[in-house]
């Protein structure tokens, strides 16, 4: 683990190092490590970019896994979504993010799973306030949650136009 994983995040030495222009590079985190006295696993939470195949990531870890002499077995695959930035979905929300603030949106992309898997991607994740997510003490300012509401009031309607 410690030759082929240590503090890389970018699965080059696992031999699955790939990218591309629309969401980067892959990533790769080893999540969970189990050991016994007879056998030992761990847990790989990989995100490839967009434009790439689960079954391509499976191939070139297999591969470099072979080498030395390791079983490879993928527990599952969520491809990544993708809803490209001129698409009227997009632009509604845009629309209705600029409307209600006044300020121009910015388009943002994010490796964890969210509702939108749910939407098979028809969908996305849309709007999002907090502080400290996922942390000790997450919580979100009443003021930023009306704000967030009139948002996504706005984005109704121009959904419904």
Not at 76 to 102: C, F, N, R
Request: hydrophobic share 35%; charged share 25%; glycine share 12%.
């Amino acid at each position: 683990i410690k030759e082929n994983i240590g503090f890389e995040t970018d699965g080059t030495s696992l031999g699955i190092a790939m990218e591309d222009g629309l969401s980067g590079k892959l990533t790769n985190n080893l999540g969970l490590f189990r050991m016994t006295e007879k056998e030992a696993s761990a847990g790989l939470n990989i995100r490839y970019p967009v434009t790439c195949k689960g079954e391509d990531v499976l191939k070139g870890l297999k591969a470099s896994a072979r080498v030395k002499n390791i079983d490879v077995v993928m527990e599952s695959d969520s491809p990544p979504l993708y809803v490209p930035e001129d698409h009227p979905l997009i632009q509604k929300l845009m629309t209705a993010y600029e409307t209600v603030t006044g300020e121009k949106g910015e388009l943002r992309s994010m490796g964890g799973g969210t509702y939108a898997r749910k939407l098979q991607n028809r969908g996305i994740a849309f709007g999002g306030t907090g502080h400290n997510v996922h942390q000790a003490d997450e919580h979100i300012v009443i003021e930023e949650l009306m704000r967030h509401a009139r948002i996504c009031t706005q984005a109704i309607y121009e959904l419904v136009i």
